[in-house]
């Protein structure tokens, strides 16, 4: 890391010493991922000018790694003309990336001076809905006529290879852009010149639909451990592929946004230091509103046992514990039961099995606790044994509960179309807090007769 780092102050160095040519030709040399790092540390004034000194097609290579912020300045610095030459020589679907997230009218402006096949490949992404296989997807690959020879085929390769996403793998259409077949680039290396495509192709294709959604697009990859995979219409004609590049980022997006559910924060686009104060506030405020008011019935509740606890004002103390053994209880069942369904592991069939598993699990979890508990109690605590009966049978009733809501709440929820996400850690805590204060107090006034 500090070689990398005296390598980039010595290119800085260049580039204030106005010795450009020869700043070009060191930048060439290095990685495009590792130049748009450097680039971002610096100020925008200098930024600008490197990035100005970059190749044209270094340049929009370097461009689709920086920061989607960094690029929107980059855009917007340049002229026109500029513009439209580093989205050109973008993939079309790192450049439908980048005017999605744009004003609308820069996006109008460059994409008037624009070839007019990076238009039709730009707008042809941004029709279909956002997170679908369609929005992700790149048109930029190598296609080939069953009709034609491996001689051919390699010709093909190397006239449209340099602007393909991959060339690893190439498919097979017929004169109305159907998916045939597919054939791997090291097959027709292997074949014959004289062997027909249509001899040596792979026939049974995997393939997604364009308005897959782009989490199951993840699950396909992951099951079939692809590193490409066509898209096509619903009439099986190839409009684009995606490749694991863009698996990654969607999963990096969908474990953040995930995360952000689990915490009751509605979920951002925007980096953490890129969030503004008041953004922030937005995102949390509904939610712990929400909950906030939900929590009223805890209140509530504790209110109406308030003669009880006047009686025997010990049980106050272990209020806490017993709601926040509930809570963990039924976060652990439901991010558990949330990552099944998630993978498809868990199906909808599945629920019975799940709900008897979580049960056996929350009886053997809630008899440990209350034994230790009643040790403790008996003790350290030197209550009395009816109050400690009390606590520990409260326990292993707010542990069951928990549990079962933490596993059915989130496979409800996804049959009724939500996120199961939203029904994770915050809003499961509220709802076992009350019946975890109601089972507490029923319990209390059955054995201490209150």
Known sequence: MEEKNNVFDELLTMFENKEYLKLREALSEHNDADIAAWIEELDEERMLKIFRILTKNQAADVFSYL????????????????????????????????????????????????????????????????????????????????????REAIERIRKVGVDSETIDVCYVLDSGRHLLGTVALRYLLLSKDD????????ENVIALNTMMDQEEVARQFKKYDFT???????????????????????????????MEKMAAILPSDKTYMKTSVFETYKKRIPWLLLLMVSATFTGAIIKSFEDALSVCAVLVAYIPMLMDTGGNAGGQASVTVIRGLSLGEIEYSDVPGVIW???????FCGLTLAAANFVKLLLFDHVAVPVAITVCMTLIAAVLMAMLIGCVLPVGAKRLGFDPAVMASPFITTIVDALSLLAYFRFATMILKL
């Open 67 to 150: 920061d989607v912020d960094l690029q929107q300045e980059i855009i917007s610095a340049m002229s026109e003309k500029e513009a439209a030459g580093i989205i050109d020589n973008l993939m079309a679907d790192d450049a439908a990336d980048l005017m999605d997230e744009m004003p609308a009218n820069i996006v109008t402006r460059i994409l008037a001076n624009a070839n007019a096949d990076t238009r039709r490949e730009i707008n042809q992404l941004l029709r279909y809905p956002d997170d679908s296989a369609g929005s992700i997807m790149t048109v930029e690959f190598v296609d080939l006529k069953e009709s034609s020879t491996v």
């Open 195 to 202: 062997e027909i495509i249509g001899d040596i192709m792979h």
């Open 228 to 258: 490409t995979m066509p898209v096509v219409d619903n009439e099986n004609r190839l409009v684009g592929i995606v490749t694991v590049d863009d698996i990654v980022d969607i999963l990096e997006e969908e474990a953040t946004e995930d």
């Open 357 to 363: 598993k979580e049960i056996r699990v929350a009886v």
